[in-house]
């Protein structure tokens, strides 16, 4: 079975520090991670996308992707209360038609 | 200027009712999907569609058949619904199913409910 981890926290920081949101997938196919972030009620946003091995950065948020370890993780900088919500890893194979596979996501909570 | 949308938003019904759920992209993608979410907020695949061809198919009950009339339309029909059905599903759309740049973008939800 081709999975895609996270632990469900919650994750607790404090306002400005750095949050850091990890995720493991067992299938060495993996092409393609997606970070999601999703409010309660509502649905899955994409907030990053990453391909290749190193770090992509876009405003306060950071992807890391290490496909030899099979890691990726996101790190959210300057956090703010409006960050709190639950982020979900999600990797796409070049197993038959491409199934992308979630894990179940890490709740995050940023007080003040 | 919605760019996945879903009706209805909740449903409430009995078991052993029929219900469609239906969704509309307007972003030129492609591909759709359909997920549903349950309690535990696990967010599991059931149905992909690219240009109107079913292409994922994972174990769901053939109670649930999935019919796309072009390929901005995807929609969810359930037969004798059960509890076990309730859940939030949520429709997806992306460009091509292969490669990469597939990230999806999802609708709102529909909370469904099975008394």
């Known amino acids: 079975q081709k999975e895609v981890e996270q632990n469900s926290g919650p994750l607790s920081v404090p306002e400005g520090a750095i949050a850091s949101l990890n995720c493991t997938y067992s299938?060495?196919?993996?092409?393609?991670f997606f970070w999601y972030r999703q409010y309660s009620g509502k649905s899955p946003e994409l907030i990053m996308s990453?391909?290749?091995?190193g770090d992509k950065e876009d405003g306060r948020f950071t992807a890391q992707l290490n496909k030899a370890s099979q890691y990726v993780s996101l790190l959210i900088r300057d956090s703010q209360p409006s960050d709190s919500a639950t982020y979900l890893c999600?990797?796409?194979?070049?197993?038959?038609?491409?199934?992308?596979?979630f894990g179940r996501g890490t709740s995050l909570i940023v007080h003040p | 200027d919605t760019a996945v949308s879903q009706t209805p938003k909740y449903l409430v019904t009995q078991m052993g009712n029929d219900k469609s759920i239906k969704c509309e992209q307007n972003?030129?993608?492609?591909?759709m999907y359909w997920y549903k979410q349950d309690s535990k907020k696990f967010l599991k695949i059931m149905f992909s569609y690219n240009n109107k061809e079913l292409i994922i198919n994972e174990t769901v009950p053939n109670r649930f058949s999935p019919k796309s009339p072009d390929k901005a339309h995807l929609n969810l029909h359930i037969n004798s619904l059960e509890l076990g059905d309730s859940a939030v599903y949520f429709c997806?759309?992306?460009?091509?199913?292969?490669?990469?740049?597939?990230?999806?973008?999802f609708g709102p939800g529909t909370r469904l409910t099975v008394l």
């Open positions: 299938d060495r196919g993996s092409q393609s």
């Open positions: 972003l030129g993608h492609d591909t």
């Open positions: 997806a759309s992306s460009h091509t199913s292969g490669g990469g740049g597939n990230e999806q973008f």
């Open positions: 999600a990797g796409r194979s070049r197993r038959g038609s491409y199934i992308p596979t």
């Open positions: 990453i391909y290749s091995n």
